[in-house]
């Protein structure tokens, strides 16, 4: 069997990462527009608009300086060095792997946020900036619970690496079922909800600009620059996705070895959990209204209380 | 990485975790009675915990090999997540009053009230190192826990439904409790206080039904009025 050198692993995570993503996107519409008894778009449709949108003509507002322009770029940059930090494909560490942990990761997906904030609030539209403060609003309030997160698995592994905690979850079933895994776990996919715009947050795919938060940011931005900020949010959805299943819910089907056939394998078995995840986003947003702005914080209170719980349970020797 | 996971804490046994686990749904359920706004939801919710209690009486029955709990679950599965949910509902049913917003502060600075006293709850009673034999130490911290956010409920809420189930909530509370401490305890005594149980359920659903009959509405903010 053919063996792949380690670069070539490390690159094919960031490629399965950046390329997967636009179609987990299209496969979580399609079964929204069919769990809501509509046709949907194509599977593919989310690949065509990014075609569409890198053939076109690009503008700026008139007094906006280096930043808007830069901020796409460098946020797409910062979506394509967190899928080198996390297992996505693999269970032992990458060469690029160790060079930072949980919370390395998630610097870099909030200097990506706040570039597309600066962006949004270079360029004078009230809608861009309404959404940038309100997406810095309520980052600000979910960081705690992203912190508790990760001090639990600092708790749980004695360090914060992905790769410690996805070998930790798969030792066993007492690991599994221990209380506080399964809190983190649950908190962290709230987090994902807030993150990746979902019910009960915002309307993923609504016009409402008054409601939006994440999708009001890259309002001025047209052409290749749009394309860039589209894929990379959906680049960093496939990314909370990863971090969800291949570090806390269900980190099988890695390849162990460098083989070619059991990393294949991962790039399929990654994409099949990552649409199963999009099936429960669904069911989500279809089974819940979006929460007006100001419940928001409850949401949010109920995200810390469950990693708080973790914490709790795991200094009193139960968790 | 082998030495790191050397290093780690030990996870508990499966048996441990699901007892937990099953403990701390009891503890969410209570969390989650401080922001239900419609008095079936927060009927319902009181179900669900007594669900998670009978389960745990359960899960210790199985584990630890304790058959006279099975009777002890089944009938606490019967009177508190069947019997007392009917009884409450059948009081309220034609009554158009809700409780939506009787918290007297916003949801989310109850929880965090609730987190604070649950933790003191939690490590006061760690701090005891009470060990028992059937149930690991963090759910007698739980059902702790459960106790104490059962009161933040009923002197925050200011609505009779919410107290009325806080005080149910707080008996589950007790009943975990008594599991972990006492899972031997004759079972002529578990019953006994199950049917304390009920008789203070009809007691609070007549008293229900006449505030909501005298003032049209469930808020105890209603009751200072009625002087003189």
Redesign the interface.
């Known amino acids: 069997m053919l063996t792949l050198s380690l670069p070539v692993i490390q690159a094919l995570q960031v490629a399965t990462i950046v390329f997967a993503s636009p179609g987990i996107t299209g496969v979580i519409s399609r079964i929204e527009a069919r769990m809501q008894g509509r046709r949907g778009p194509r599977i593919l449709q989310p690949y065509y608009d990014l075609a569409k949108l890198f053939r076109k003509e690009s503008l700026a507002p008139l007094h906006s300086g280096p930043l808007f322009l830069l901020a796409p770029v460098l946020a797409f940059a910062c979506y394509l060095t967190v899928p080198m930090l996390i297992p996505v494909l693999t269970t ?1 560490a990458l060469p690029l792997g160790n060079m930072g942990d949980i919370l390395g990761g998630g610097i870099i997906l909030a200097f990506a946020s706040f570039m597309v904030a600066a962006a949004a609030a270079e360029t004078g539209d009230p809608y861009a900036q309404l959404g940038a403060s309100r997406a810095k609003t309520f980052g600000a309030i979910t960081e705690p619970v992203v912190l508790l997160v990760v001090f639990t698995v600092a ?5 914060d690496l992905p ?2 905690l996805a ?2 979850v798969t ?9 506080a895994h ?2 983190a776990s649950a908190a962290l996919f709230m987090v994902i909800l807030y993150e990746t715009g979902r019910i009960p947050i915002e309307t993923h795919t609504g016009t409402i600009e008054l409601g939006m938060i994440e999708t009001a940011r890259p309002f001025e931005h047209s052409g290749p620059y749009y394309a860039l900020l589209k894929w990379g949010s959906s680049a960093k959805q496939l990314i909370f996705y990863t971090l969800f299943l291949n570090v806390f819910a269900a980190p099988w089907g890695l390849a162990s070895t460098r083989d070619l056939g059991p990393v294949l394998f991962a790039i399929v078995a990654l994409i099949a959990k990552a649409i199963v995840v999009g099936v429960v986003v669904s069911v989500i947003d279809n089974t819940f209204a979006k929460l007006r702005l100001f ?1 928001i ?2 949401f ?3 995200a ?3 990693a ?2 973790a914490i ?8 | ?1 082998i030495d ?2 050397a ?3 030990p ?4 048996f ?3 007892a ?2 099953v ?2 749904i009891v ?2 359920l209570e ?1 989650g009675m401080l ?1 239900a706004s419609l008095f079936g939801a927060q009927v319902r919710l009181y179900a669900a915990q007594s669900v998670a209690v009978s389960v745990l009486a359960g899960v210790v029955a199985v584990g630890r090999g304790v058959p006279e709990l099975f009777i002890l679950a089944v009938l606490s599965l019967l009177l508190k997540a069947v019997i007392v949910p009917l009884v409450m509902m059948s009081q309220l049913r034609d009554s158009r009053a809700e409780i939506a917003g009787s918290g007297s502060l ?3 600075s109850e ?2 009230i609730s ?1 604070l006293v ?2 003191f709850g ?2 006061a009673i ?1 701090a005891l190192g009470i060990h028992s034999e059937v149930l ?4 007698l ?2 059902s702790m826990a459960v106790v104490l956010v059962s009161f933040v409920l009923m002197i925050l809420r200011r609505d009779v439904i919410s107290q009325a189930i806080g005080f149910f909530s707080l008996e589950n509370g007790v009943s975990m409790a008594s599991l972990v401490i006492a899972a031997g305890l004759p079972l002529i005594l578990e019953v006994a206080f199950l049917f304390d149980l009920l008789v203070a359920v009809v007691v609070f659903g007549v008293l229900i039904r006449v505030q909501s009959d005298r003032t049209k509405s469930f808020s105890t903010v209603a009751l200072d009025r009625l002087r003189g």
Request: aromatic letters at 10%; a positive charge; glycine letters at 8%.
């Open positions: 032992y708790l749980v592994t004695s360090t790769y410690v070998a930790t030792s066993g079933p007492a690991q599994l079922v221990r209380p399964l809190l419940r914080t409850e949010v209170s109920a810390f209380l469950l708080v719980l709790f349970t795991l200094y009193l020797g139960g968790g | 990485m790191i996971l290093v780690a804490r996870a508990p046994t499966v441990d975790g699901t937990n686990t403990a701390v503890l969410l969390f922001r916003g949801v989310a929880v965090i987190i649950a933790a939690f490590f760690g690991p130490a963090a759910a911290s739980l």
